[in-house]
Every structure is written in C-alpha cells, then in structure tokens.
C-alpha cells in the first residue's frame, strides 16, 4: 500500500514513493526526531531515509531487520535510485525510486574535477523531453553557468568553471509529465597548482662569474607573472643593478659587473598571487688583474 503525505514530497519531485512499515518495529529512531524522523517513528508513511537534506539521516533500519531489507514491492517503470543505482528487485522499504528523472552518471557526483573544462553525462531517464543544466556557486545557482534546453543528447560540455577548489553546485534538470523535475549534485572545482618562485638555474649559485658580464637564467616558476633581478654588494642590495620587471622571458644579460673577487648578491623577485617574493643567491665576482 502507497500512502500520499505532502510531508514526503521533495522540492522538485513529482513524488518520492515509497512503501510503509510499522516503524515501531526494526527501526532505530533518534531520541529527538524532526519532520520525516516523526513520521517514520510515530506513524506510517512515507519514508526517504536517504535524503539527508530532511534531517533524517539518523533513522536507519535496524541490521537485522526483515521487514525493511528486500521487504519493498517494485513499481513498474521505477527502476532506479535517487542515487541512480538500479534498484534491486525486491528493493528494501525507505529507497527513494526515481520518478524518470535524468541522474548525472560522470563526473562522479561528489567528485573533483580535474580542470576547467568538464563534460556532464547523465541518463536518459524515462518520458524525459529535453535537460537543462544549472551550475552555480550556491545550490540551485546559475551563476557560473545556465545553459538552454539540451535535446536528443545526454551530455553537456561547460567550460569556464572554477579552478579555485571551491564547490560547484549542479542542478540537472528534466522535462517530464509536463513539466521541470531536478536532481541536484556538488563536485568540487580542480585546485589552483601550488605556487613556485622561480629559481637560478645557471650560473651556478655559489659558483664564480669569469667575466664583468653574464647571463642569469631561471625557472618559470608555477603562477609567476614576471620577474624582477636586484645585484648587489650587500643581501638585498640593488647598488650593481636594479632591473624593471621582466616578462615572457626567464633569462638576463647582466654587465659591468665587479671583478674584483668580491662577493656579489643576486636577488630574484617573483610577482605571484599578488605580491613579490623572492630566492637569495651568492656569487664571487671574477678577478681580473
């Protein structure tokens, strides 16, 4: 028997059925139920103990409970979870059965994503006219992407997305029984690569320039937007050279240096997430008679 409680009706749903137990008996029910936890508890109806978004996480059925596991009756059609799992046959009572809604299938929901670009995939679902696919940085937002009404194909490639590790939401929603149902799923966006300044690749640090001129070459670094090269006769200093910012490039042709066999000081200025930063090398300037 199938009991209708608005309760049990999820946003976005049509209806979440499932079949009734006494939940006096093979349930574990919270000292302090709320909302579906009352129900389940104190009265039949209908249950969803999967869908946290309710509060009745908590109500779970009891391991050895025969009246709830495999004990469900399938109804034609209604094949698939929310989760999208092929519902077993018996399913056990509190599944939540898919009323021919699309289920995203990759990126697995929950997932990482692995750059900016991702293609959605779901299912087709059952009587589904056409998707639309929200994305946004809040659930249920579009600010990130809102894409127009997808038909005949059941994948989507957005690009643009985050890369900030924070979480994205996607709503996906379908045409069907004439009008929009949605299953809602997050992935978090693929994090920014850690930050690296560069580093004096040549000459060597430490090493002995053999000349009044040189090139000092450097890593690119990871996020380095330019580079700025001070050498002097004191750590920090900028009395031999105090270059502007240099881009596009990882090298510099430095002149007029000391030989003297004094030692020099090379400071490599890295502008990255928004600032400067900076490596610290010796070297000992060339003697020439």
């Given at each position: 028997?199938?009991?209708?409680?608005?309760?049990?009706?999820?946003?976005?749903?049509?209806?979440?059925?499932?079949?009734?137990?006494?939940?006096?008996?093979?349930?574990?029910?919270?000292?302090?139920?709320?909302?579906?936890?009352?129900?389940?508890?104190?009265?039949?109806?209908?249950?969803?103990?999967?869908?946290?978004?309710?509060?009745?996480?908590?109500?779970?059925?009891?391991?050895?409970?025969?009246?709830?596991?495999?004990?469900?009756?399938?109804?034609?059609?209604?094949?698939?979870?929310f989760n999208g799992s092929t519902r077993p046959n018996p399913p056990s009572i509190g599944a939540v059965e898919s009323l021919g809604?699309?289920?995203?299938?990759?990126?697995?929901?929950?997932?990482?994503?692995?750059?900016?670009?991702?293609?959605?995939?779901?299912?087709?679902?059952?009587?589904?006219?056409?998707?639309?696919?929200?994305?946004?940085?809040?659930?249920?937002?579009?600010?990130?992407?809102?894409?127009?009404?997808?038909?005949?194909?059941?994948?989507?490639?957005?690009?643009?997305?985050?890369?900030?590790?924070?979480?994205?939401?996607?709503?996906?929603?379908?045409?069907?029984?004439?009008?929009?149902?949605?299953?809602?799923?997050?992935?978090?966006?693929?994090?920014?690569?850690?930050?690296?300044?560069?580093?004096?690749?040549?000459?060597?640090?430490?090493?002995?320039?053999?000349?009044?001129?040189?090139?000092?070459?450097?890593?690119?670094?990871?996020?380095?937007?330019?580079?700025?090269?001070?050498?002097?006769?004191?750590?920090?200093?900028?009395?031999?050279?105090?270059?502007?910012?240099?881009?596009?490039?990882?090298?510099?042709?430095?002149?007029?240096?000391?030989?003297?066999?004094?030692?020099?000081?090379?400071?490599?200025?890295?502008?990255?997430?928004?600032?400067?930063?900076?490596?610290?090398?010796?070297?000992?300037?060339?003697?020439?008679?």
């Amino acid at each position: 028997m199938l009991w209708l409680l608005s309760a049990f009706t999820n946003t976005g749903s049509i209806l979440d059925h499932n079949l009734t137990v006494n939940p006096k008996t093979g349930w574990d029910c919270p000292n302090t139920a709320l909302n579906e936890t009352n129900a389940i508890c104190d009265a039949p109806g209908l249950v969803d103990e999967s869908w946290p978004l309710h509060g009745y996480a908590n109500v779970t059925p009891s391991s050895t409970s025969s009246r709830v596991s495999g004990a469900g009756v399938a109804i034609a059609g209604l094949t698939t979870d929310f989760n999208g799992s092929t519902r077993p046959n018996p399913p056990s009572i509190g599944a939540v059965e898919s009323l021919g809604k699309s289920v995203l299938v990759s990126p697995a929901p929950g997932s990482t994503l692995t750059s900016s670009s991702a293609t959605f995939t779901w299912t087709a679902g059952s009587g589904v006219t056409n998707n639309v696919v929200y994305i946004g940085s809040q659930p249920g937002g579009l600010d990130i992407y809102s894409g127009s009404p997808v038909y005949g194909t059941t994948s989507l490639t957005v690009s643009n997305l985050p890369t900030d590790g924070s979480t994205i939401y996607v709503r996906l929603w379908s045409y069907v029984n004439g009008g929009y149902q949605y299953n809602d799923y997050t992935y978090t966006a693929v994090a920014p690569p850690a930050s690296v300044k560069s580093a004096i690749v040549s000459p060597a640090p430490g090493s002995t320039l053999t000349s009044s001129s040189t090139t000092f070459t450097w890593t690119a670094g990871t996020n380095v937007i330019n580079n700025v090269v001070y050498l002097g006769s004191q750590p920090g200093g900028a009395d031999i050279y105090s270059g502007t910012p240099v881009y596009g490039t990882t090298s510099f042709p430095a002149s007029n240096l000391p030989t003297d066999g004094s030692t020099i000081y090379f400071r490599l200025w890295s502008y990255i997430n928004g600032g400067y930063q900076y490596n610290d090398y010796t070297y000992t300037a060339a003697s020439q008679p």
